[in-house]
């Protein structure tokens, strides 16, 4: 059946010389939702169908496509797989984020969690290691940068770094060059942009950059959760590990905070979501504030 959103999907289809005759197709539709969940954890209920489409619609001009079909074919063969599995990875995936969204979190890692792990001893050398397990463009490892940097400046012998980590190659690259929009960064307090960012020389471009000695503490890498092997031969004081596993299935949601788990110090911390939690999930982890959970020492 037509609706309003299929003629306008239509109308778009046309304007980009695709076939519109071809939509996704169900079976098309189930074959890259399977490939998605197994693959990135991702599920994809049916009512994302439409969304997967549009999304797609702009690969398959890129490449010169006509129909959904041609696409799939191409996405599972030796040479898709080779060249095509990454944008589609970047295609699917959801990167909204902010700079000091849920604050609450940073203000406990400060106020509670640092001076708790200093106070019994767990921070080896006095050293924070962070990690943002889906750090999408940046904003969060950043965010945590800077009030990391912040704390160091009160604490003489206090030192930090920060792990920014996602499967995306299109956020991750942003990330790393750290370029926001003037707008993006209203959130931050004054006297941190005054500090942390630097205003482009040509003020129509509207954009802000990270300072260099923030952005050379902070490595950005790519990592896909679902992995086996995350290659991370160290432990972390604090895991963010926020708004993603909401994506995941339960089953898919307690396999990786297990394999975070192990990430972790004893007295570690992990700060989920504000929609997520470790209910059903059996891990020894407390409950210390809302979605902030501290490993058993
Ligand atoms: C909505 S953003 C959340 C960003 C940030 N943590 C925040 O809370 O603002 C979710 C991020 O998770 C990433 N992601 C999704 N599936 C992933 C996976 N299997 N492994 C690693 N990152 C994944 C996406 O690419 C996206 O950038």
Redesign the pocket.
Known sequence: MKNEHSDTLQRDADGLGIDAIHELSDHEFSRLSEFVKEQ???SLPAVKKTMLQARLQKRLRVLGMKNFREYVVYLFSTQGIENEIGEFINVV??????FF?EPHHFDYLIKEAIPAMEREGLMRQHQLRAW?A???YG??AYTIGMVLSEYAETQARFGWSVLG????TR?LEHAVRGVYREEDVNVIPTRLKKKYLLKSKDPAKNAVKIVASLRERIEFRR????DRDYGIDNKFEAI?C???II?FDKPTQAEILTHLYHYLIPGGYLFL?HSESLNGIPLKLESVAPTIYRKHG
Do not use: P, W
Request: proline content about 0%.
């Open positions: 990135i954890g991702i995936t959801t990167n909204k984020t902010d969204r943002s889906a750090a999408s904003h969060e980590t996602d499967i995306s956020v990592m896909n959760l679902m963010f926020r708004n993603v994506y979501g």
